[in-house]
């Protein structure tokens, strides 16, 4: 069993920057890489960026150059940076690992790009 637990989400000004935590407990050693999605209201969840074990980093078109994927192997935690938010950036964000038992996920964070 892998524990997700997010948080960092909130309100935010367009332009403006935000940070996703996500703290991973109990049997890490079988995830092969972390990620995060995001599901806006009357859309499908999609992937935003992901990571694996050995660092390999992966994101979405519509967030390269803004968000940054990174991880603490000693805090078992993976960050999400988002940086220039765009109001399309609106959505629940959810933190999901990928193991050899199959996908866990957290139980997502709201962020809301306005004015």
């Known amino acids: 069993q892998v524990r997700l637990v997010e948080s960092g989400g909130g309100l935010v000004q367009p332009g403006g920057s935000l940070r996703l935590s996500c703290a991973a407990s109990?049997?890490?050693?079988?995830?092969?890489?972390m990620g995060w999605y995001r599901q806006a209201p009357g859309k499908e969840r999609e992937l935003v960026a992901v990571?694996?074990?050995?660092?390999?980093?992966n994101y979405a078109d519509s967030v390269k150059g803004r968000f940054t994927i990174s991880k603490d192997n000693a805090k078992n935690t993976v960050y999400l940076q988002m940086n220039s938010l765009k109001p399309e950036d609106t959505a629940v964000y959810y933190c999901?690992?990928?193991?050899?038992?199959?996908?866990?996920w957290g139980q997502g964070t709201q962020i809301t790009v306005s004015s």
């Open positions: 999901s690992a990928d193991t050899s038992w199959g996908d866990y």
């Open positions: 109990g049997s890490i050693f079988v995830i092969n890489a």
């Open positions: 990571i694996t074990s050995g660092g390999s980093t």
